[in-house]
């Protein structure tokens, strides 16, 4: 796990030595990446320049260095991530003559280069990765992310000038950067909580979507359209062409994949450990570790001082149940109020999911003891753990087959309910009629589900001057075509593993866990386990009201399920209590009038009512508000 940047000019920017020392101050900003190692290389006259920032993992030998050559000499590769599958394919490389002085997966890829070639490679490669690679022979830039995006890879782009990172301020670190801000990735972020591929906060900027290929030939010329080397609504669709019959057969068969990703993700050469939080995922992660190790593996887990959220208790019983050796910290608002500092420059664009706090104080937990940790992610978006499916599923069809009339004079009627009004209706029971309100305006069942993930429904009003959102979906085709046989649960599910896994979930994980240089690995995540969960009957994975009915299965035959079945919370924070409570001075700092206008970006109006709501107790308005103090805090520390 590494921090990776470089550039690619035809511009010149300097004079002997200067496109080295360019990737030196890009890589200096990400040095908590890779705080073991660094280098640089560069090629002056072909305008390309690599950079390099080491976590040591696999084989903690000179023999990982990176920038690495392959054995013929063509490519030149910098890499950030892990190559699980590397000792097959080392066998099979080592078949063909290919000979190897250390032990690490980076020079197992490079290998595999210059035998098949980079894309016949990539889809070769099991793991999370991003990897720069310089073509000698075509003098070719190839960038590429894995599968699922769980390690990112930033682009910016000017005539003459490409450059690329692991976050955003390796770029603006770079020769030049342009800090203009995107006002259509503003509208989404203010909806969603975080800005959708392959937008950035910045307009000249972009995330390479997961799953591609981009090859750069010429800077000089417009940027090319990166290419897909696996599509996730392919694997949906042939998924659902071929479901697995056999409920018994289709919970061995997930038992097997997921202990063989679990053993994969195992391999490290510094001590290892796993993020608990007690629910089905980290839990059945845990336990499959367990079984694979001689002692007894370290668990984290973050509690809360308020009960509703606070879920240490029971990690703690499935941590005595399969034997692990536990550690746990309970956190309070004044301890998120320490680390809010730090949330602009970790999170280097805006993003708001306010479980990057309890994300970051586990990730800090964990790194005390170790350097690598296994972690729960995926299970809900794979198997269906979310809430709000079985929600969608039961409500958004009745609402769709009401007569657009009767939909819009309800939502009319509400709309002139007061909060006041509502609130003598209970506090969540009135947002609940607020949300019921907001699906009855929506033009489609795919659109009412956006607004179940909506912070503000109508982002465009809080930007000055009005600019219309544009959803992350919106510019590609339709999640399933008319004729293929998916439910709304299909769609929900493509929809969060397309948009909400990668550029939520993910890069909550990743900047979280390498700010304090921990790696983590998600095993539910292997490709060949997202690929697996398509071919499964919509009753493996919901049935009833039960989410991950399969993923259940298969640790109900090693942890007992008066230990695990409970009402799903979420890894969460109360993030309204503590905007009324210990943030509420430094959150008023940041939603003042002057500092809300300034910049001409964001009306003030509609974010003083928010704010009103919440300290009156009237709404529920603090995930939204997040989304706001966090755009603010980042404005200062990035646009100062």
């Not at 280069?113 to 073509?135: L, N």
């Not at 981009?214 to 599509?231: C, F, K, M, Q």
């Not at 991950?548 to 640790?555: A, E, G």
């Amino acid at each position: 796990m590494c921090g990776i940047a470089g550039l690619l000019t035809s511009a010149g920017y300097g004079g002997p030595g200067a496109l080295a020392e360019h990737a030196r101050r890009m890589i200096a900003p990400i040095a908590h990446r890779g705080p073991d190692d660094s280098d640089v290389w560069a090629d002056e006259e072909a305008g390309v320049a690599l950079g390099f920032r080491r976590l040591a993992i696999l084989d903690l030998s000179p023999h990982g260095r990176q920038p690495m050559w392959s054995p013929s000499g063509r490519f030149v590769a910098v890499f950030n991530g892990e190559v699980y599958n590397f000792a097959e394919l080392r066998r099979e490389l080592e078949a063909y003559g290919f000979r190897f002085r250390g032990g690490s997966d980076t020079e197992v890829i490079l290998a595999a280069f210059d035998r098949w070639g980079i894309e016949s490679s990539v889809r070769r490669f099991v793991g999370m990765f991003a990897v720069a690679v310089w073509d000698t022979d075509r003098r070719e830039l190839s960038l590429f992310r894995d599968r699922l995006g769980k390690k990112p890879l930033y682009v910016y782009v000017e005539p003459g000038l490409v450059t690329f990172g692991s976050e955003l301020k390796a770029l603006v670190a770079g020769p030049s950067f342009d800090r203009t801000i995107d006002r259509a990735a503003l509208s989404s972020y203010l909806r969603y909580l975080y800005v959708p591929a392959p937008r950035t906060i910045f307009k000249h900027a972009i995330k390479l979507p997961a799953a591609h290929i981009l090859t750069i030939a010429d800077p000089a010329r417009a940027l090319p359209v990166p290419e897909p080397y696996w599509s996730l609504r392919e694997v949906a669709r042939r998924g659902l062409a071929n479901q697995i019959v056999s409920e018994a057969d289709a919970v061995d068969e997930l038992q097997e994949l997921l202990s063989s990703a679990v053993r994969a993700r195992m391999c490290a050469d510094v001590p290892l450990g796993a993020l608990l939080s007690g629910g089905i995922d980290s839990s059945t992660v845990v336990a499959l570790m367990q079984e694979s190790s001689s002692r007894p593996i370290k668990t984290y887990t973050i509690g809360f001082d308020d009960a509703a959220f606070d879920e240490a208790q029971h990690a703690a019983r499935v941590a005595r149940h399969i034997g692990t050796d536990h550690t746990e910290l309970t956190i309070a608002g004044t301890d998120a109020q320490r680390l809010i500092p730090r949330l602009p420059e970790i999170f280097d664009e805006p993003f708001a999911d306010p479980s990057q706090l309890p994300t970051l104080f586990v990730s800090q937990l964990a790194r005390r003891h170790v350097t690598v940790a296994l972690c729960g992610d995926g299970g809900d978006e794979l198997f269906a753990g979310y809430n709000r499916y079985v929600f969608g599923t039961r409500v958004l069809p009745r609402v769709d087959r009401m007569p657009r009339g009767v939909r819009t004079w309800l939502a009319a009627r509400v709309g002139r309910l007061s909060s006041e009004q509502l609130n003598r209706l209970g506090p969540r029971l009135g947002e609940r009629i607020h949300k019921m309100s907001d699906l009855m305006t929506a033009d489609s069942v795919d659109e009412m589900y956006r607004s179940l993930l909506s912070a503000w429904k109508q982002p465009e009003r809080l930007l000055m001057g009005g600019h219309q959102h544009q959803a992350p979906d919106e510019d590609s085709a339709p999640i399933f075509d008319p004729g293929d046989p998916a439910s709304l649960l299909d769609r929900m599910m493509l929809a969060d593993q397309t948009t909400y896994l990668p550029d939520d979930l993910l890069a909550k994980i990743d900047r979280a866990s390498m700010a304090v240089s921990l790696e983590v690995r998600a095993p539910i995540l292997d490709h060949r386990i997202v690929e697996f969960s398509w071919r499964l009957p919509q009753s493996l994975k919901l049935r009833g009201a039960t989410g991950k009915w399969i993923l259940r299965q298969v640790l109900y035959r090693r942890v007992p399920r008066s230990i695990v079945d409970r009402p799903k919370k979420g890894f969460s924070v109360p993030i309204d209590r503590w905007l009324r409570g210990p943030l509420r001075q430094w959150a008023a700092d940041l939603l003042s009038e002057d500092d809300l206008r300034a910049g001409g970006l964001l009306n003030p109006a509609p974010i003083a009512r928010a704010w009103r709501d919440l300290l009156d107790g009237r709404r529920q308005t603090g995930a939204a508000l997040w989304a706001i103090v966090m755009f603010q805090a980042w404005k200062r520390e990035w646009q100062a």
